[in-house]
């Protein structure tokens, strides 16, 4: 939604008749995930992609024929292997498309993201009848199917927060950068947290952890990651977000270093519900130890944990749902 947000406020504006198609369901190869969105006008202007090219055409003839009848409906479309490959795909596949018409609470949807309020969109696929609620669920935040209902998760845009402006953050900010997270980097040290070091930072905080948490608004949106390895400098980075309802929260350093962290958070009367959400050692595997490599294993991790990946080579991941 938020790719065609533009576009849909102009044309909602000028009066536009709009129609919405979403992915709603694929098997095979699919370029484009479930909650893909295009939208459609009346007189024929076009935004947002289900698959890349391969349907779109057969998408907007659907969403002229839902504006015409002012009735939703699930348009299912097979991609031949000729076409797939053309799109860049190895194979066929079979994608379901929810077209209807452009609604009140789809607006509201609108005006919500546009404010960058967390919401989540419960549409019935039967009938067209949409739901929203403030607020955004934990665990993955992409959307799923349940049975004739389709949820979609909102969230705040990503926002990945670096304690500790050390050499291994350099490479993690520019890569979150390339991902599209807005980055903050925290330190109490201005000769390290500085414009040169990190010139593609959103914001630069020269702060102790605590008092920067402090001034920033903390959903499970926001990924804080940990970097000082200095106790004076983690702990109270620990304490402040530990409390809150981060998306996720890693540490770096050695199982003892975290150990001797988590012993003096539980002296401190933090749960074991509350340390078990601390990913330290911080990261994935992946075998390098130079800074490009810890933060490639570091964002690696955090992509796993938003999107519910398993971190797992994808021939084993594939092989455990065969």
């Known amino acids: ?11 909602t504006k000028a009066g536009e008749e709009i129609a919405l198609a979403t992915v709603v369901e694929t098997w095979g190869s699919s370029p484009r995930p ?40 699930v348009a299912a479309f097979g991609v031949a292997d000729d076409v797939a490959f053309e799109v860049g795909l190895a194979c066929g596949g079979h994608i379901e498309v929810f077209v209807q018409p452009l609604g009140r609470v789809h607006e509201q949807l609108i005006e919500m993201l546009q404010r960058d309020v967390p919401a989540t969109l419960r549409t019935n696929l039967v009938t067209g009848e949409a739901e929203l609620v403030e607020g955004a669920p934990s665990g993955s935040e992409l959307a799923r199917r349940d049975g004739d209902m389709f ?36 330190d109490a ?14 914001e630069l905080i020269v702060a102790w952890p605590d008092e920067a948490m402090a001034r920033l608004s903390i959903d499970n ?13 983690d702990l109270p980075a620990l304490r ?13 350093g050695s199982r003892k270093t975290n150990q001797n962290r988590f012993d003096a958070l539980r002296a401190e009367g933090f749960t074991e519900e509350q340390l078990a959400r ?14 490009e490599e810890t933060a490639l294993g570091i964002l690696a991790e955090i992509t796993a944990t938003r999107f519910g990946g398993t971190g797992a080579a994808m021939r084993e991941a594939r092989a455990s749902r065969t």
């Open 278 to 291: 601390v990913h330290g050692p911080i990261g994935l595997d992946l075998g390098g130890r130079g800074a």
């Open 240 to 252: 402040s977000v530990l409390g809150k309802q981060a998306g996720y929260v890693g540490a770096i």
């Open 221 to 233: 949106s926001s990924y804080v990651v940990i970097l000082t390895h200095d106790p004076k400098f």
């Open 34 to 73: 479930l909650g893909s969105k295009m939208v459609v006008t009346q007189s024929g202007k076009m935004a947002g992609s289900v698959s890349n090219g391969c349907i779109e055409g057969a998408v907007f003839e659907e969403a002229q024929k839902v504006l015409k009848a002012g009735e939703p409906k």
């Open 1 to 11: 939604m938020r790719e065609v947000l533009s576009e849909l406020g102009e044309w």
């Open 151 to 186: 949820i979609e998760p909102f969230r705040r845009p990503a926002h990945l927060i670096i304690i500790g402006a050390i050499h291994i953050a350099i490479p993690l900010h520019r890569l979150a950068k390339l991902m599209g997270y807005r980055v903050t980097i925290v």
């Open 189 to 202: 040290r201005a000769k390290f947290a500085s414009k040169e070091r990190f010139p593609e930072a959103d």
